[in-house]
Each structure stands twice: as C-alpha cells, then as structure tokens.
C-alpha cells in the first residue's frame, strides 16, 4: 500500500444523539485505488459514518478532508459534485422507470445543460442526453453485459442481484473518485454474491482512478475484495489490517462473538 497518495481521512470524527455517541474519535483514511473494507457488528457505526461522510448528518466534532479540503458544512449534493458517490442498505431505486433511466439518475452532477437550454436549445440538451445514454451503455459493458439487453426494462422486473447491480452502475454514473458501498450483497444468495463481487472486481480494473470502501457482514466478500479492512464497535475502531490481521483479533471476535465465559 506504500507509495498510494491519500484521497480521503477523517480525523477524531465524533457525532452523537443526543447523550449517546454513535462516532468515537473515528480517523479512517482512503487511499486512491484501493478496496477498503469497514467491517462491525450491527448497530456499530458503519453507516452513520457513511452518512457523515456524504453530508446526510453533521459532526459533532472533528473533521473530513477530501482532496485537501475540509468536507465540513458541505450539502450532501456538493459532496456528491466533489466525486463521493455511494449506495444505500435499502434500495434507492426507482422500480417503474427503466435500468437505463436510474443510471442516468446518477449522472445529475454532471449535467450542463438545464431548463433554459431545454427551452431555447434544444439540441445541446439532446446531445447531452445522447452523450450520457453512450455513458450508460458503456458502464453497463464493464460492468455486466447483460445488463445492457434489458436497460430499457423496468427495474421493478429484475432479481434482486440485477438491482444491486443497477444500484452500483448508478453510483459509479456520476465519475467519482470514492464509491461507498453499503451492504451491497444485501438480500442475495451466496452464488449471487460472488457474481457481484467478481463484477465489482472487473469495474476496479477497469476504473484505476477509483477507490472502493465497503460495508459487508458477508466476511467473504471482505475478504475476498478488501485490501484493508478497518473492524470498529460501539463507535469506536478496534482493529486495522489485513483481513487476516483483524479477524484474528481478540477484540473482533469479541464483538462478533460476545466475550467468552471461563465456567469453574
């Protein structure tokens, strides 16, 4: 991992709800082109820290830096524009329209062109419009082939594997340089799983200015994707490392595990 520049760190990040602490002086870095996993048990922290990190909640104390600058006071919409994209636990998808038209959601940011083109000139709107549908098809290409026969099928009628994966190709829409991934093998089975995994890997090789952190209880992904694994509970990091590293750590199996009972 030596000689990668960091993209991204917080430092002592803190947030609490009224007396409870959700974050505990919480410094995580990102390095560029890496696959970082944040791994923990429910209720520790992991998605609060996403959702500190893309604006949703404001700290109550520290700091996140992106690219030399401090992300504090910063909506989630500017963050996004900054080159932080992200998917969600639960799906954020819109079931009626089209694969196609949920990526082209995610390509927001980069639009140009709005209501007075629309209005008076139409026709950079529609080459913007054509220029990003080009985007998606190609994204698509990368990503899953398949995908790209049925992008004008509703994505209410796709299994549950082909949503995550429509959900992933959304976020990677809008060009960022660090994709959070929430529980992305959410709801599916463990063949499922390595299918979309083996695609996350493809879309790494494919993308080298990206980096990836992931949140997963499937320790098999973790394992499998995450050159850095970072373990915390109760707001707080226990371990860092390799997988290896932090799995064989007594404080992650305890948090796993529970504390083991020595009987007399």
């Known amino acids: 991992m030596s000689g990668k520049k960091t993209l991204f760190y917080s430092t002592d990040l803190e947030i609490h709800f009224g007396g409870l602490y959700a974050l505990q002086k919480i410094n995580i870095d990102i390095l560029e082109n890496e696959i970082l996993?944040?791994?923990?048990?429910?209720?520790?922290?992991?998605?609060?820290?996403?959702?500190?990190?893309?604006?949703?909640?404001?700290?109550?104390?520290?700091?996140?830096?992106?690219?030399?600058?401090?992300?504090?006071?910063?909506?989630?919409?500017?963050?996004?524009?900054?080159?932080i994209s992200r998917t969600y636990q639960s799906s954020?998808?819109?079931?009626?329209?089209?694969?196609l038209d949920n990526v082209l959601i995610g390509m927001h940011n980069r639009q140009k062109q709005g209501y007075f083109s629309a209005i008076f000139s139409r026709r950079k709107m529609i080459a913007e419009v054509a220029?990003?549908?080009?985007?998606?098809?190609?994204l698509l290409d990368v990503f899953n082939p398949d995908l790209k026969e049925r992008m004008f099928?509703?994505?209410?009628?796709?299994?549950?594997?082909?949503?995550?994966?429509v959900e992933v190709c959304r976020a990677m829409a809008a060009e960022p340089t660090i994709i959070l991934l929430d529980e992305p093998s959410a709801g599916m089975t463990p063949d499922e799983t390595r299918e979309l995994m083996e695609d996350i890997r493809k879309v790494r090789?494919?993308?080298?200015?990206?980096?990836?952190?992931?949140?997963?209880?499937?320790?098999?992904?973790?394992?499998?994707v995450s050159e850095r694994v970072i373990a915390i509970n109760f707001g707080e990091e226990i371990a860092r490392g390799t997988y290896e590293e932090v799995a064989g750590t007594p404080a992650v199996r305890e948090a796993y595990l529970g504390k083991e009972v020595v009987h007399e």
């Open 131 to 138: 220029d990003f549908q080009d985007r998606v098809v190609e």
């Open 205 to 224: 090789a494919s993308m080298s200015d990206v980096s990836i952190m992931i949140i997963e209880h499937d320790m098999s992904v973790i394992s499998s």
């Open 92 to 99: 954020r998808l819109c079931l009626e329209l089209s694969l």
């Open 37 to 83: 996993g944040l791994i923990g048990p429910n209720g520790s922290g992991k998605t609060t820290f996403f959702n500190v990190i893309t604006g949703i909640y404001k700290p109550t104390a520290g700091d996140i830096t992106y690219k030399g600058e401090s992300l504090l006071g910063k909506e989630p919409y500017q963050i996004s524009r900054m080159g």
């Open 153 to 165: 099928r509703p994505v209410g009628e796709l299994p549950q594997i082909d949503r995550r994966r």
